[in-house]
C-alpha cells in the first residue's frame, strides 16, 4: 500500500506549528523545510510545507493562506495509556489559547481538532453488558477531558 501522509493546511503559521507539535510528542521531529520561489503565490522565501514526524507518523504543514481554515469534521485521536498521558497531551494542546470541547476533544491553538482518550475505549463503549456501556458514554457525554477514574467509576456503578 502506498504511504498515506496528511497534510495540514495553514495560513502562515506551518513550521511554528510543526515545531510546536514536535515539542509536544516524543520521538517527533522536523524532517524537511521548502519555500516559495519567485513563481509564487506566497511570497518568495516564505514557508511553502514542512514536513515532521510525531513518534514516526509523517505529516505535511502547507502554509497555503487564508482560504481553508480547520474544522471539527477532521481530527486526530490520541490514544492515552493513563491519566497521567491525558492530562500531559490536554494540557499542551490547549495551552496558549487552545479550546476545550465535549467528550476528550479539544482544538489547539491553531484550531486542529484533537481527540485525547484513554486506550480500550472501544471496547468500553461496546461492552456486551449494554448497561455497562451506556453508562460509560453518558459519563463521556458530561465531560471535558476524560477523567479514566469517574469514567470507569459510572461504568461499573450498578
Not at 514536535?22 to 506566497?42: E, K, L, M, Q, W
Not at 505529516?59 to 487564508?66: K, S
Request: hydrophobic share 40%.
Amino acid at each position: 500500500m502506498p504511504k498515506i501522509t496528511p497534510n495540514l493546511w495553514f495560513d502562515t503559521q506551518g513550521k511554528e506549528a510543526a515545531e510546536f507539535y514536535c515539542s509536544v510528542f516524543p520521538n517527533s521531529r522536523i524532517t524537511a523545510v521548502t519555500h516559495y520561489t519567485d513563481a509564487g503565490p506566497g511570497q518568495a522565501g516564505s514557508v511553502l510545507t514542512v514536513e515532521f514526524e510525531l513518534d514516526g507518523q509523517g505529516y505535511l504543514a502547507l502554509n497555503g493562506g487564508p482560504q481553508f481554515t480547520f474544522s471539527e469534521a477532521v481530527s486526530l485521536l490520541i490514544e492515552c495509556a493513563d491519566q497521567e498521558e491525558i492530562d500531559y497531551y490536554w494540557s499542551k494542546l490547549t495551552e496558549g489559547g487552545g479550546e476545550e470541547g465535549p467528550c476528550g476533544w479539544l482544538k489547539d491553538k491553531y484550531g486542529l481538532s484533537w481527540q485525547v482518550a484513554p486506550g480500550g475505549m472501544a471496547e468500553l463503549l461496546n461492552d456486551p453488558d449494554r448497561d455497562r456501556a451506556t453508562r460509560a458514554m453518558k459519563a463521556i457525554f458530561g465531560m471535558k477531558k476524560i477523567d479514566i477514574a469517574a469514567l470507569m467509576a459510572a461504568a461499573d456503578a450498578a
